[in-house]
């Protein structure tokens, strides 16, 4: 079946830390892949998405991820965190000849001061 | 550019009532998607509409759960009766097409909040 899985449900970064947030995907074929955040009450935000071409993409705000077909990974990476990154992050792919959106169970980041 | 526009924002039933969400998606969109999200899960797709047309809807309890989009710009999705466990966000997108590398990128609003007592 085709997923999206984040390992880490919960994780703390001090405020100018640098930050990385897994995910793993499981598709036949090279997924489109995104990340989206999602602040408390508020809908999903697209921070970066991956179609093809360069492995690394650079998205709003300061993030990046990387695809990485060897791992089945495309992990999302900031090199210093604001306390207004606290927030929740999806990971979430469609198989690249239809649709449907599948997302991962979603990273919560706390900052500390 | 406007969003996608839901209302309301928050609603609070008790079981066996009824209750309609309305979600309005980005002008020149042709496709919306309702999602439910459970808290402490990521959003799960309930139904996708391509223009008023059901693309997919496997995911939609139809027993109790609704929807359409008759003129293939507003959705509305309906729960009759409401059961205590769908209290969840219920989060609709839209893209511009169904399939695709562009027409894939999808945009929320801000979703409803159903609380069921």
């Known amino acids: 079946a085709q997923s999206v899985t984040q390992p880490d449900i919960h994780i703390t970064v001090s405020e100018g830390a640098s930050l990385e947030l897994r995910c793993n995907y499981s598709?036949?074929?090279?997924?489109?892949l995104f990340w989206y955040v999602q602040s408390p009450g508020q809908g999903l935000q697209l921070l970066l998405k991956y179609f093809s071409g360069d492995t690394l993409v650079q998205g709003i705000k300061g993030f990046e991820a990387e695809f990485k077909r060897s791992q089945s990974s495309f992990n999302l990476r900031k090199p210093s965190v604001h306390w207004s990154d606290a927030a929740e992050y999806f990971c979430?792919?469609?198989?690249?000849?239809?649709?449907?959106?599948?997302f991962g169970g979603g990273t919560r980041l706390m900052v500390k001061p | 550019e406007a969003g996608v526009a839901q209302s309301p924002r928050y609603k609070i039933i008790e079981k066996r009532q009824s209750v309609a969400f309305w979600c309005n998606p980005i002008s020149g969109h042709a496709t919306l998607y309702w999602y439910q999200q459970i808290l402490g899960q990521g959003p799960k797709l309930l139904i996708q509409f391509q223009n008023n047309g059901v693309v997919d809807d496997s995911q939609l309890p139809k027993d109790r759960f609704s929807a359409e989009r008759l003129k293939g710009v507003d959705s509305t999705l309906k729960i009759q009766p409401a059961k205590l466990e769908d209290s969840a966000v219920y989060l609709c997108?839209?893209?511009?097409?169904?399939?695709?590398?562009?027409?894939?990128?999808?945009?929320f609003g801000a979703g409803t909040r159903l609380s069921v007592l």
């Open positions: 979430a792919g469609v198989n690249n000849a239809g649709n449907m959106l599948t």
């Open positions: 997108a839209s893209s511009r097409r169904t399939s695709g590398a562009l027409g894939g990128i999808q945009y």
């Open positions: 598709y036949g074929a090279t997924p489109y």
